[in-house]
Structures are given as structure tokens and as C-alpha cells.
């Protein structure tokens, strides 16, 4: 019975000795010791930093099986950013382990929604036993976790949703993990209904935060606002350091116009945990936009200090922080801010957004001259670079240039997105209202109507050209259209699905391939989470290795369904 | 954290202090568990340093166990919850853990401890958290014991019901009540009842475990398989 014996057995199947190890800690008696205790596990490559920028430099220089590092690191960068910017500069490979090592059980800990998780954590004191329990544990789930995450990197989110499914069968333990990756990869794959089964499915078995905050976010994404708020809120008294549900909240208010509400949300999550530099950011453009000017500033100032050291720091917050100043009647230092965004940051559209924040800080503290010829140079750089920026930037941007009394390149700007989402009404009622504002509503209801004419007619003589079979004109059309709309979803989708067309009925082609891909992986970047992408990369991960004569002949099946849409044709 | 109203600051530099204070702690008792791993034929030899060196290991634990206590009583003040992080684990591997923790001290004590639990046993609840309450209850068992603990995990009527027993006097009158009035909701009078910590923390673990509409409990008991204390906690 006295089974404690075998506590210490070697690992079922991996070899700890061989590994190559990083031990990050400022306290020099830590580092000797857990050093001692990887010695104790035969360990012969051990390398130690006794900072984050140390650890920076070695994680740059050398690849690490198994990284322990501290969450607390003194001065500079803290575990979690240490770990943060490993990940981001892909110094770690999916099969490498992150143990953090922290003094006590920590908030940051059940943060829920953090992007960059470690594996595993330790609490101090660490014993052999206990590194040795959880390196094999993460080591196992790796294993388990290893082909689904292969298949997530290459986007092809449907077959990793099937490999969980696969694997949770035979992993009783993992089951829920398993089943968590399967409901996100569903939603990345633009399922939410199947991913609100999984979550369900969760939940009948136990109550977790997480499953109930996807069933929320689910139903905002249906337009259930009121519902997914009730969701978050009760997530929350359940919970109170369940971060993601604030942040979620928050949204979910957002889109039901409570703005104030939604602030306050966001600085009750601040308060929680305040670390976060995407948090800081997020609060401080809510109170820009309710005019709650002190909590903006205190937001932005916050998300620049915590942000010194960390690979998340951005633009915004000086950005946002130069509006603040704007407001607060002090050009002078929203100026410098700018300065410092444009030294310190880089970026294809940040002298761009530099200068509509500085054309908007004239303009609100009533310098109309300036704003007026911040404007005309806004006008100059669009006229300079044919690349727009993502379009609530170029939206923000055609507000200002019309308050300036700039009308050219703001109308521009207004039919560039109307070409690019000529099917999306939400999007062109603001753009109309942006025109009504600037005394153009019926100009403005002309051109938004030809722009998206033009859209349609481009993607409908493609559609034209697939239809009668001439496949390899409709494929160079769609290479035309998509130089024309760069950011246009149903001419990029319609153009990815007839190269798949091609490549299914005259076979496999390398350039073909790899241009096809190239579409739907940018598809993937500007929209990110949309079904069509998801059943793409699924077609054409089976026809990636030449695939036999067979598997085509069944793919041709496939194209009925998942055919470029016909639809625009009935469209004007 | 910073939702501490009146001084934020103080709580910060309490918590790094405490932070401090626990990576002396942790090199300390590693530094021992060497010594007494290392030493030649302990424990039959009769070095009178080998029982001190474990009793230092004994008292090192004590100070860390107190040490996270104080930093999440501290940190929780008049809120209902820690940090709380249920995942699916496996009782052998929870085994495993508690035994390699204790084992160089359990030893250095020439107590025998035995572990009894179902090998394919899952249950969902927050390992670490959970961790650190029987560490706590093993540690108060060695102190107690004359040379053994007995732990055992085993489902039971929809609870995991989880005990440590010792072969020692049992628990004193004191803490039977104090343990008793926990489950019945008293506060637990700090000033007067110092040994009520540790439980009143295991307490606010345990209940933080619920699932539907039951949540988990501490118990504490004289008598069992070995004849002396028992430390019960039960999760749902």
C-alpha cells in the first residue's frame, strides 16, 4: 500500500538529462538552488540569468527546452513580460516548457484570457518532487496537445477541433482542456454555434468561468447583448478576478451604446489588475470618449509606465494621451508626446495617424489654423503612399480632414472603404453619416452607391468568367480585383475559392497553391474568426500534397456549396 | 491589488517583504533538506546535530506555511475569495507531490508515511491551493505524531473526502471547537485563538470549492485508523 515510494520514478519516456535549461531569478540563493535540483534530475545544460534583460539575451541566443523563471525580477521586466516577449519573438518552440516560479499563488495566475500563459507554475519552495511532477505533466499534455496545435499553426482550425474530439476520448484528465481548445477553434472557425454545444457540454460536467464567458461572448456575437451582459455579470459575482469577463462586459455594454458604463467596467477590471497594458489602453480610449478626461490621462499615463518594459507597449496611449492634452489645452505637450510615439514606435501608418491626432489636438483646443494645415499635410502624405491604413483609422481620419475643410481626400478615403466592404451596412451607414455631417448627405449617398457598384461589377465578372469555365481568366481577373480592393472580403474570399477551383480541376500547382494561401492568410489577418476561411484552408489542406486522382474527384462535390457566392450579381 | 482603500503602498511593500523573506525561507530549507539527504547513515546514526538539523527543516516549513497564510488572509481581508483556479488532477499525482515535499523531513524523523488513494482517481479543484492545505495538515501531523501518518483519498457519496491522520495524542479541546465553530459560520477570534489560523485558512479554501450548490468543509477529529488527530477536508 505504501505506494509514496515510487513518487520519485523516473518520467514516463523523456529524457530530463539532455534538455537545455534557463533559470531566471534575482535572488542568486534561488538560483543555486533550483539549479542543484535540476542536477538532481541529471541535468548538464543549465544556464541562469538574474534579470529579465539578462534572460532576454541568453532566450535570444540559445533555444531552451525548459525555462523556470520568477514572476518577481526586481527592477525591469517582470516574468510575465520576459515570457511575453519570448513568445512574440518566437524564441520558444511549441514543444519548449515555461514554468513560472512565483512566492505565492497569484492573481495573475487565474487571469483567465491572458494570451501568454506558462505551461505550469511553481510556488516557493520548490522540491525536486514537485518540478519533477509538473515537467512531466506538461510534458504529457505536449504530447496530447501536439498534433492539434501543428494543425493550428497552419490556421487549419476545423482538423484541430476533430484531433480534440480524437483526443479527448483517451484523455480522461485533459478532457476539459481538450474540450476548451475545441470550443475556441470552433470559434476561431467561425462555428459559434457548434462551439456553444462544446461549451454546454462543459457545463453540464462543472461550473467553469471560462465556458460561461464563451457562451456570453457567443451571444454577443449574436447581437444578444442584453443576455451576454447578464452572462459576464454573473460570471463576475461568481468570480471577481475572472479578468476576461470585465473585458468582455465592458464590450458587450459598448455595443449597447452605455459607454459611461462600459468605463466604468473597464476601470473596475484596471483596479483588479493593473499590470496589463492592453487593459490601461482600452480604459483610457473609453474615458477619452464618455470625456472623462482625468481617468483617460491616469489610464494612458499608467499603460506607458507599465508598458517600459514590455513588447505589448504601443502607440496608443500616446496617441490617446496627446487627445488628452489636446482637451486639457496643452498643445504643447501633446506635441512632444507625438515626437515620442514617432521615435520610439514604427509602423506603415504611424506618421499618418501622427498627424491626425495632431490635426484633432488643434482642432479641439481651437487652433484652426494649425488643424487646417495638419489637414492639408494629411493630404499631401495620401496623395504620396497609395496604402490606406485599417479602416476605423481611415474613418477617423475623412472626420477630421472634412473639420478642417479639407474635401478631397476625406471623400477618397470614404469610397476607398465603401469599395472595400461595398456588402457591409453597418459599415457604409457610417460612412453616409460621416457625409451627412459634412453637409454632403446626397453627394455623399452618390458616391458611396458607385463605389460599391464598382466592387460588385469587378467580383461578378470573376463570378461571370467561373461560371462559363474559363478558369484561368477568372483567375487573373480576381488578381485585378484584389489590386483594385486590397481589402474587399468577398472579392479576396471569391478569389481565393476560384484559384482552389483551378487548382481541383487542373491539378496541383505550386504558385497556385502558394498564392491562394497568401490571400486567405491576409483574409485571416484583417478579419480574423470568419466560417469561409476556415472551409478554405480545410480544401486546400487536402489538396496540398498532390493529392491523388481519387480525393479530386471527390473534392469536386465540394465547390456547389462553397462555390464563389453568385450573389452580387442581384446585388445593385 | 490596488483596491486596498486606505494604504496601497503598505500592502506592496508588506507583500514584497513577504516575498523576500520566503526566498530565504525556500534556500533555507532546501539548504537543510541537502544536509540531512546527504548525511551518512542517517538517521541511525546518533549525531545529535541530525535530529536538530530536522527539526530546523520542521520549523522552516512552520514559517513558510505561515508566510503564504499572511499573504492571502492579508491580500483577502473582508472579501470572499482568493485566487481560485479548479482544473481536472490526478490524485497520484497530487500524492506524489505532498509525499516528495515531505519526504526528507518525514524521514529525518524515521515517520512512516502511508498513502492510500483509488490510482485512476480525477476530481476537479485548485491543486495548488489544495496542496498547501494538506502540507499544512501533514506538517501539523509531524509535529504531533509519535511515527506515523496515514493519508487517504477516496470518493465518497459525490465528495472527495480527503485525511490526514496521526498516531499522536490527538487534537487538544481548543482546536475541536475551534473547528466546530468554523463549519458553523463563528468568526474565528484571531486575538485570543492564534491556532486558529491555519485551520481558518484551510476553512476559506475549502469553502471556495463548490459545485452545485455544495461547497467544501474542514473537519477535525480524534481517534480514526491510527488513534490520534485527524484533519478532514472534503470537496465537493
Known amino acids: 500500500m505504501d505506494q509514496v515510494h515510487n513518487a520519485n520514478d523516473p518520467t514516463p519516456g523523456i529524457d530530463w538529462a539532455e534538455k537545455r535549461y534557463l533559470i531566471v531569478d534575482d535572488f542568486v540563493g534561488i538560483r543555486q538552488l533550483l539549479r542543484e535540483a535540476l542536477r538532481n534530475l541529471g541535468a548538464k545544460h543549465i544556464d541562469q540569468a538574474a534579470s529579465g534583460g539578462e534572460a532576454m539575451t541568453l532566450l535570444a541566443r540559445t533555444h531552451y527546452d525548459v525555462v523556470l523563471c520568477d514572476f518577481n525580477l526586481g527592477e525591469g521586466k517582470n516574468g510575465q513580460q520576459v515570457l511575453e516577449e519570448a513568445r512574440i519573438r518566437n524564441l520558444m518552440t511549441p514543444s519548449s516548457v515555461w514554468l513560472t516560479v512565483s512566492a505565492e499563488k497569484s492573481v495573475e495566475s487565474v487571469m483567465g484570457a491572458a494570451e501568454h500563459q506558462p505551461e505550469a507554475y511553481l510556488i516557493k519552495p520548490i522540491t525536486e518532487g514537485v518540478l519533477l511532477t509538473r515537467l512531466n505533466r506538461v510534458w504529457l499534455k505536449k504530447q496530447i496537445f501536439r498534433q492539434i496545435d501543428e494543425a493550428y499553426i497552419d490556421k487549419d482550425y476545423l482538423r484541430a477541433a476533430r484531433l480534440c474530439d480524437e483526443q479527448a476520448s483517451d484523455n480522461k484528465v485533459h478532457e476539459i482542456d481538450l474540450l476548451r481548445m475545441k470550443a475556441n477553434l470552433l470559434l476561431k472557425a467561425g462555428e459559434p454555434e457548434k462551439a456553444r454545444v462544446v461549451f454546454e457540454q462543459v457545463l453540464e460536467q462543472r461550473d467553469y468561468n471560462w465556458a460561461r464567458t464563451g457562451l456570453g461572448k457567443i451571444r454577443m456575437a449574436n447581437g444578444e447583448h442584453e443576455a451576454a451582459r447578464q452572462m459576464f455579470h454573473s460570471v463576475i459575482a461568481e468570480n471577481r478576478y475572472f479578468i476576461d469577463a470585465y473585458d468582455q462586459l465592458a464590450k458587450s455594454l459598448e455595443l449597447m451604446g452605455k459607454s459611461q458604463e462600459a468605463c466604468d467596467v473597464l476601470e473596475k477590471a484596471a483596479k483588479l489588475s493593473p499590470n496589463s497594458v492592453p487593459r490601461q489602453r482600452n480604459l483610457g480610449q473609453a474615458a477619452l470618449k464618455v470625456g472623462n478626461i482625468p481617468l483617460a490621462e491616469k489610464a494612458f499615463r499608467k499603460c506607458i509606465a507599465i508598458g517600459e518594459y514590455s513588447i505589448m507597449k504601443t502607440a496608443d496611449a500616446y496617441f490617446g494621451l496627446a487627445r488628452v492634452c489636446g482637451q486639457k489645452n496643452d498643445p504643447k505637450e501633446a506635441l512632444q508626446l507625438l515626437a515620442i510615439a514617432q521615435r520610439d514606435f514604427a509602423g506603415d501608418t504611424l506618421q499618418l495617424r501622427a498627424k491626425i491626432t495632431e490635426g484633432l489636438v488643434y482642432h479641439e483646443s481651437g487652433d484652426y489654423r494649425r488643424a487646417r494645415k495638419a489637414g492639408d499635410e494629411l493630404e499631401t502624405m495620401l496623395g504620396a503612399d497609395p496604402v490606406r491604413p485599417d479602416i476605423p483609422t481611415c474613418m477617423e481620419m475623412a472626420t477630421l480632414l472634412f473639420a478642417v475643410g479639407v474635401k478631397d481626400a476625406p471623400v477618397d478615403l470614404l469610397c476607398y472603404v465603401t469599395r472595400n466592404n461595398h456588402d457591409n451596412q453597418v459599415l457604409l451607414d457610417e460612412v453616409q453619416k460621416i457625409f451627412d455631417k459634412a453637409r454632403m448627405g446626397e453627394e455623399g449617398m452618390l458616391l458611396i452607391t458607385a463605389a460599391r457598384k464598382e466592387a460588385a461589377d469587378m467580383m461578378n465578372k470573376g463570378v461571370l468568367l467561373w461560371k462559363t469555365g474559363k478558369l484561368g481568366e477568372a483567375v487573373a481577373w480576381m488578381r485585378e480585383a484584389r489590386r483594385a480592393l486590397p481589402n474587399n472580403l468577398r472579392i479576396l474570399f471569391n478569389s481565393a475559392q476560384i484559384l482552389i477551383s483551378h487548382l481541383q480541376e487542373h491539378g496541383y500547382d505550386d504558385a497556385l497553391m502558394a498564392e491562394a494561401n497568401d490571400v486567405l492568410m491576409y483574409v485571416d489577418r484583417i478579419a480574423p474568426g470568419q466560417q469561409r476561411f476556415a472551409q478554405m484552408i480545410e480544401q486546400l489542406a487536402l489538396l496540398a500534397p498532390a493529392p491523388p486522382p481519387t480525393s479530386v474527384e471527390e473534392e469536386q462535390a465540394g465547390p456547389d456549396a462553397a462555390a464563389p457566392a453568385p450573389a452580387p450579381a442581384q446585388e445593385n | ?236
Do not use: C
Not at chain 2, 178 to 185: D, E, Q, T, W
Not at chain 2, 189 to 209: I, P, Q, R
Open chain 2, 1 to 236: 491589488m490596488e483596491d486596498h482603500g486606505g494604504s496601497p503602498e503598505l500592502f506592496l511593500f508588506l507583500a514584497s517583504t513577504v516575498h523576500d523573506m520566503k526566498n530565504s525561507i525556500s534556500v533555507l530549507s532546501g539548504t537543510l533538506e541537502n544536509l540531512l539527504a546527504s548525511a551518512p547513515g542517517a538517521p541511525a546514526v546518533a549525531d545529535t546535530s541530525y535530529p536538530q538539523m530536522a527539526h530546523m527543516l520542521y520549523q522552516t516549513r512552520r514559517l513558510n506555511d505561515k508566510l503564504i497564510q499572511l499573504l492571502a488572509l492579508y491580500k483577502e481581508v473582508g472579501k470572499p475569495s482568493y485566487p481560485y483556479d479548479p482544473n481536472a488532477v490526478r490524485i497520484e499525482e497530487l500524492v506524489q507531490q505532498l509525499a516528495a515535499q515531505q519526504r526528507i523531513l518525514l524521514n529525518s524523523k524515521s515517520i512512516r508515511f502511508d498513502a492510500e488513494y483509488a490510482p485512476d482517481l480525477i476530481w476537479t479543484f485548485d491543486e495548488d491551493l489544495v496542496i498547501g492545505v494538506l502540507l499544512h495538515a501533514i506538517n501539523n501531523a509531524i509535529r504531533y505524531t509519535t511515527d506515523r501518518i496515514r493519508l487517504s483519498i477516496a470518493e465518497q457519496d459525490g465528495w472527495l473526502e480527503l485525511r490526514v491522520e496521526d498516531n499522536g495524542i490527538g487534537f487538544p479541546p481548543a482546536m475541536l471547537q475551534a473547528g466546530a465553530a468554523l463549519n458553523g459560520g463563528a468568526p474565528v477570534d484571531f486575538a485570543s485563538n492564534s491556532t486558529g489560523l491555519g485551520l481558518y485558512f484551510s476553512s476559506e479554501v475549502a469553502k471556495m470549492h463548490r459545485h452545485r450548490g455544495r461547497a467544501g468543509s474542514v473537519h477535525l477529529e480524534n481517534g480514526g485508523r491510527l488513534g490520534g488527530g485527524v484533519f478532514i477536508l472534503r470537496l465537493p
